[in-house]
């Protein structure tokens, strides 16, 4: 199975700045038909997940600008330009270029 | 307006099997490119992937529980079935279907709200 890895775990963020969480998986998420199917989750409290990014950096319809992700083959980023108090939450990394599909642990995001 | 909703019993027993239902609309799943899966999140954990099957009907699964796992579909009444048998306590969690487009977005564009269900005796 394809390990997921996100670091921080946990990142406390002052409200205006910036922030970044990072993955990394154990194999290439390079897919067969050329895509890569890494995507960026955001699970606010109590809330289902939501897609924010695909194939690693496409904004999904009606997510602000300020999110943007990067990365190829095995390293990618989601990047917040400015933090707001509606992203408090949890975000995910999740790969589905190989089966299982498999999630990162979740990086909690909070406002200092 | 695409919409997945979740639904099945909030308790059940160790050793039952469970059943859940996500009745979707919006989409359909005999269109070339769509598929749903199952994902389940514990209290206070990660998501899990559990599941998917696709337009065509091809099925996957995780790993751990591929043998407890069975995920069905009926195309007319806009269904996905999942059932785990010889449930258990660890079992517990919220549990979510997601629509995968891959037209366009990719996997799980558009989630469900989750239904919550315990294992306990």
């Known amino acids: 199975d394809v390990v997921m890895t996100q670091t921080p775990l946990s990142s406390p963020v002052t409200l205006g700045q910036p922030a970044s969480i990072s993955c990394r998986s154990s194999?290439?998420?390079?897919?067969?038909?050329?895509?890569?199917?890494l995507s960026w989750l955001q699970q606010r409290p109590g809330q289902p997940p939501r897609l924010l990014i695909y194939?690693?950096?496409n904004r999904f319809s009606g997510v602000p600008d300020r999110f943007s992700g990067s990365g190829a083959g095995t390293d990618f980023t989601l990047k917040i330009s400015r933090v707001e108090a509606e992203d408090v939450g949890v975000y995910y990394c999740?790969?589905?270029?190989?089966?299982?599909?498999?999630f990162g642990q979740g990086t909690k995001l909070e406002i200092k | 307006q695409v919409t997945l909703r979740e639904s099945g019993p909030a308790l059940v027993k160790p050793t039952q099997t469970l059943t859940l239902t996500c009745t979707f609309s919006?989409?359909?799943?005999?269109?070339?490119?769509?598929?749903v899966s199952w994902i389940r999140q514990p209290p206070g954990k990660a998501l899990e992937w559990l599941a998917r099957?696709?337009?065509?009907?091809?099925?996957y699964y995780t790993t751990s529980l591929k043998t407890r796992l069975t995920i069905s579909k009926d195309t007319s009444k806009n269904q996905v079935v999942l059932t785990m048998t010889n449930m258990d306590p660890v079992d517990t969690a919220t549990y979510y279907c997601?629509?995968?487009?891959?037209?366009?977005?990719?996997?799980?564009?558009?989630w469900g709200q989750g239904t919550t269900v315990t294992v306990s005796s």
């Open positions: 997601a629509r995968h487009d891959y037209r366009d977005y990719g996997p799980m564009d558009v």
């Open positions: 919006g989409f359909s799943l005999s269109t070339s490119g769509i598929c």
């Open positions: 099957i696709d337009w065509d009907d091809d099925k």
């Open positions: 194999q290439s998420l390079v897919h067969s038909d050329g895509n890569t199917y």
């Open positions: 194939k690693i950096s």
């Open positions: 999740m790969q589905a270029t190989q089966f299982p599909h498999t």
